[in-house]
């Protein structure tokens, strides 16, 4: 069964064993980093009390620290990388959905860049 993690528009979809070590690496970073109640901290400790296999788990709330979010998710996935416990296709999925995900939640953390006519 597939899971997803979402971020407004941005989804990424994985296998539910995959997407709950995320959310469960996540929501344990985030509190260590960021204490229990912290938003970010909060949200994910949420998503992941009420996770089930086949849930599209929203990361997308309002005045939420996405920079936050966004260090949390990456520190995740690197630590799963580091670990033994995926397959080559869950490495696969790490490396290639999991980071191209990431990197949409860095690019929500940045000003939207102006182009000035010359």
Not at 11 to 31: K, Q
Not at 37 to 48: C, F, G, H, I, T
Not at 65 to 82: H, K, M, Y
């Amino acid at each position: 069964m597939s899971s997803a993690l979402a971020f407004y528009d941005h989804i990424c979809w994985g296998t539910s064993t995959a997407v709950h070590d995320i959310l469960e690496r996540a929501a344990s970073i985030a509190s260590k980093r960021y204490g229990a109640s912290d938003p970010v901290s909060e949200l994910l400790a949420r998503e992941l009390a009420e996770y089930w296999g086949g849930k599209v788990v929203s990361l997308s709330e309002a005045d939420l620290p996405v920079d936050q979010l966004f260090e949390v998710l990456t520190a995740a996935r690197e630590q799963a990388c580091a670990s033994d416990e995926f397959t080559a296709m869950g490495r696969s999925w790490l490396t290639d959905a999991m980071a191209m995900f990431c990197k949409e939640v860095e690019t929500a953390t940045k000003p939207p860049q102006r182009t000035v006519p010359k």
